[in-house]
């Protein structure tokens, strides 16, 4: 039988300890997610929490100010980290509170760990300044850097035994982070730009009059930047709709938890998608308030019933 985490740790606090280090980065670096993973037992809650603290280290490697070819090397450092995690090299002991964290999450949990590798992965895509000439091109990389996510997810989360569909269900994880990434995107407009990024496909700009970036408050001159919103929030919009199709085959815990978080970006989808220029005035976000209202539609299972009944009324 498994031991639970409160039982391992009771014998080995420093797993404890590196547990809270993790909890304590994504309390304090991703708020969205921590309303979501605040909703699951302590083991899995535990689990979510290494996982985005080590996914959190990639994505500041790829965000930081170090030149090119150091943020390489320190990549590839991070994967070989990963590697000891695989191996099973990693002991309480180590210096490393998310690798302690992450090792130990991996041999509680089915994690397919070869998601962080495509994270990192999507992190050099950065660091290299690709840019995107179409959507089927964009996807590459949010798979990698969201979709991924969704999968190592799934793998905390698990689905129910005699779930519909189940077999579907690391596809269903997989095209929800696609619809999280797109959001993200639309939302960092302005962030990226100054950052001297654009992600969304050229094609796409070049339809709408784009094509020279975001610079400033206003839209492009000449351009129909509604437009160009209105397209990609369809898009995400129906990615929304697909992912959605998992949280039936979840517990309802585990529900919540992706109801929660998937929910709190898909209102933040609405919210652009009323006002698209808000994007270039500033970060568009939830109120507190509305982000623990959606947690509570999540933990009562409203969204995951609801889901589960326009899925059915589709397939019917």
């Known amino acids: ?24 980065v994504t309390g304090a670096q991703a708020r969205n997610f921590a309303y979501g993973i605040r909703l699951l037992p302590t083991e899995r809650r535990h689990a979510m929490s290494a996982l985005y603290a080590f996914s959190r280290r990639v994505d500041d490697i790829g965000d930081g100010d170090l030149p090119p070819d150091r943020k390489r090397a320190r990549l590839e450092s991070t994967r070989a980290v990963l590697g000891r995690i695989r191996e099973g090299t990693i002991d309480p002991d180590d210096t490393d509170p998310v690798a302690v964290a992450l090792a130990h999450a991996a041999r ?11 994270l990192i992965d999507g992190v050099l895509m950065d660091v290299s300044g690709r840019t995107y000439e179409t959507w089927d091109e964009l996807k590459v990389y949010c798979r990698c850097v969201a979709g991924a996510i ?7 989360f698990g689905t129910m035994i005699g779930a519909q569909d189940a077999e579907r269900a690391p596809e269903y994880a997989d095209t929800l982070g696609l619809a999280l990434q797109l959001t993200n995107i639309l939302r960092d407009i302005r962030e990226d730009a100054a950052g001297g990024r654009i992600y969304l496909p050229a094609e796409d700009l070049a339809k709408f009059g784009c094509s020279d970036g975001f ?39 585990s529900g919540a938890c992706v ?45 995951a019933r609801q889901i589960s009944r326009q899925t059915a009324r589709g397939r019917g």
């Open 108 to 118: 509680q949990f089915p994690i397919p760990l070869d998601g962080l590798d495509e």
């Open 259 to 303: 109801a929660a978080m998937a929910g709190i970006y898909r209102r933040l989808l609405d919210r652009i998608a009323h006002d698209p220029e808000a994007v270039l005035r500033g970060r568009v976000s939830l109120p507190g308030r509305e982000k623990a209202y959606v947690a509570v539609r999540g933990l009562t299972g409203l969204d």
């Open 150 to 156: 969704g999968r190592l997810s799934l793998g905390v």
């Open 215 to 253: 610079h400033g408050t206003e839209p492009p001159r000449g351009s129909d930047f509604a437009g160009l919103v209105a397209y990609e929030v369809q898009r995400a919009q129906g990615l929304f709709a697909t992912g959605f199709r998992l949280l039936p085959m979840l517990d309802r815990r």
């Open 1 to 24: 039988m498994r031991r639970t985490v409160d039982e391992t740790v009771d014998a080995d606090a420093p797993v404890l300890a590196a547990y809270r280090y993790c909890e304590a």
